[in-house]
């Protein structure tokens, strides 16, 4: 038989046991948790990049050339554009005239600096750039989200330093030859255990944050090509000066 003394350490021992791996348990679980988090952020961060990314690109997409297809508007955080996908010369079609942006009944003044007032919401997509077409949502939990309008080039120093700005004005929207986009979203649930105090910087060197929550957050930032505004233009001025130097040469 045990001693009561042999049953007490027996039980003691179990007991630090039991906590260590309850204890490793714990952490594993919180880890994982974690880990779900930052995947799921950059599902969506990707998703909504490469969703902006794939339309943007064939923005004013114009093959009859028979009216203007561009960006109609933008601003900081947000933006409309149009394309003519049917070849009709019109931007009356399914999905050819679309807006981008925050939700106005859920989201006040987040059309014009990209940041909720309500510190997160939901980013989404109308078509047709009608008030009777529901907006659809894109990502869910973002933050912040700036369009940096990258110009045409028109410098003599053989140097590559476009201006940028963050309000085109209506004649700039036609000098635009490529969008930055910065994305900052927040995870779904707070981590009592963390504390963010990062700042997160943009293309445009705006700083957003720091928050000082238990929000962990993620920021992308990807800049977008347009293929169809100022092609044929930049495509001759490349061309001409080649043309001439070779009619020199022959």
Request: contains cysteine; aromatic residues 8%; charged residues 20%.
């Amino acid at each position: 038989g045990f001693t009561l003394i042999e049953l007490m350490l027996t039980l003691l021992i179990s007991f630090f046991v039991i906590g260590a791996i309850s204890a490793a348990y714990q952490s594993q679980q919180k880890s994982q948790a974690n880990l779900s988090q930052k995947i799921q952020m950059q599902q969506q961060l990707r998703s909504l990049m490469t969703f902006l990314s794939s339309e943007l690109r064939i923005a004013g997409l114009d093959p009859t050339e028979s009216t203007d297809m561009w960006l109609q508007a933008l601003t900081s955080g947000s933006q409309r554009f149009t394309k003519d996908t049917d070849e009709n010369g019109l931007s009356d079609g399914d999905n050819e005239d679309i807006e981008y942006g925050f939700e106005d009944s859920l989201v006040d003044d987040s059309d014009t600096d990209g940041e909720p007032d309500a510190g997160f919401a939901t980013f989404s997509r109308r078509r047709n750039n009608a008030a009777s077409t529901a907006f659809e949502s894109l990502a869910d939990n973002i933050v912040a989200i700036e369009f940096l309008s990258v110009l045409e080039d028109t410098s003599d120093n053989d140097e590559y330093d476009p201006d940028t700005t963050l309000t085109p004005t209506a004649a700039e929207l036609d000098d635009i030859r490529s969008i930055s986009i910065s994305i900052l979203i927040r995870a779904n649930n707070a981590d009592q255990s963390f504390i963010n105090n990062n700042t997160y910087t943009s293309a445009s060197g705006a700083i957003w944050g720091p928050y000082d929550d238990n929000f962990r957050r993620q920021l992308l930032i990807t800049n977008v090509k347009l293929r169809n505004i100022g092609l044929w233009n930049d495509h001759y001025q490349q061309l001409i000066p080649q043309a001439l130097l070779l009619s020199k040469c022959s």
